[in-house]
Every structure is written in structure tokens, then in C-alpha cells.
């Protein structure tokens, strides 16, 4: 089933796993413009709120072409750093702060965090083993 290779196979949860195609449209000192085909607002809007917090970030944004095609494109202006570099830096703080996040997760659960409401007990279980 398409929905299957596109989404996974959990009835909860529906992971991305489209393959990424990126295309670097302009490359310059202090700017980069790249469009990406597999991903919208999940993966840029966290890219651009960490980058923001970078001193050296000028300018960054990003726009979805059109709302029913997963394309974005993708600008980030510098001072001084190249930009590659600052989007490297990005990601890792990126991972980190995810890092964190599923160590609380797994904390809650350890604590016995009930399954949600709509999900039946041994469900919930069997979820947590397999993916946490």
C-alpha cells in the first residue's frame, strides 16, 4: 500500500519516510538557497527557530511552494559564517534538544505515563517497547 511506504505502519503515530530530494538553487559566501522536495513545516520551522538564535544569522525563512506539494525552499543569510557551517550547527543543536526531549519521554513512560485515552492498554505496550 502507497500510504504504507509513505507513512509506516503504526495506526498512531505516521512517520515521514518519503525520501528527502534536495536541490541547492543558489550558493554564495555568506547566503545559501536550496528547495527540498519530502518535507514541510515539521522539519523547517524548528531549523529556522534554532538558526535565529544564532548572532550570526541575518536572515533565514523558508516557504511552502504550494500547500498540497511537500516542497520547501529554504534561504539563510550570514554575517560572517559560512552557511553550511551554521546549518551543520543548527541540526546538532537541533538533536540535542531532541536528545533531551525523548529522555523525558522515556522517564514518563518509566513512571508509568498512561497510554492515551484512545489507545488500549496492551496496544500502548507494545508501542513503548517497539519504538521507545
Given at each position: 500500500?502507497?500510504?504504507?511506504?509513505?507513512?509506516?505502519k503504526?495506526?498512531?503515530?505516521?512517520?515521514?519516510?518519503?525520501?528527502?530530494?534536495?536541490e541547492?538553487?543558489?550558493?554564495?559566501?555568506?547566503k545559501?538557497?536550496?528547495?527540498?522536495?519530502g518535507?514541510?513545516h515539521?522539519?523547517?520551522?524548528?531549523?529556522?527557530?534554532?538558526?535565529?538564535?544564532?548572532?550570526?544569522?541575518?536572515?533565514?525563512?523558508y516557504?511552502?511552494?504550494?500547500p498540497?506539494?511537500?516542497r520547501?525552499?529554504?534561504?539563510?543569510?550570514?554575517?560572517?559564517?559560512?552557511?553550511?557551517q551554521?546549518?551543520r550547527e543548527?541540526i546538532e543543536?537541533?538533536?540535542?534538544?531532541?536528545?533531551?526531549?525523548k529522555?523525558h519521554?522515556i522517564k514518563?513512560?518509566?513512571?508509568?505515563a498512561?497510554?492515551?485515552?484512545?489507545?488500549?492498554?496492551?496496544?500502548?505496550?507494545?508501542?513503548?517497547?517497539?519504538?521507545?
Amino acid at each position: 500500500m502507497v500510504s504504507e511506504q509513505y507513512y509506516g505502519k503504526s495506526e498512531y503515530w505516521r512517520p515521514r519516510t518519503k525520501p528527502l530530494k534536495i536541490e541547492i538553487l543558489e550558493l554564495e559566501k555568506n547566503k545559501i538557497k536550496f528547495a527540498v522536495e519530502g518535507q514541510t513545516h515539521t522539519l523547517f520551522d524548528p531549523l529556522r527557530m534554532v538558526l535565529l538564535e544564532d548572532e550570526d544569522v541575518l536572515f533565514v525563512a523558508y516557504k511552502i511552494e504550494h500547500p498540497l506539494k511537500e516542497r520547501v525552499i529554504f534561504v539563510l543569510q550570514t554575517r560572517k559564517k559560512e552557511p553550511l557551517q551554521v546549518i551543520r550547527e543548527g541540526i546538532e543543536k537541533l538533536r540535542s534538544k531532541f536528545s533531551e526531549l525523548k529522555k523525558h519521554l522515556i522517564k514518563a513512560v518509566d513512571q508509568k505515563a498512561k497510554a492515551p485515552y484512545f489507545v488500549p492498554e496492551k496496544e500502548w505496550k507494545e508501542f513503548v517497547k517497539e519504538n521507545l
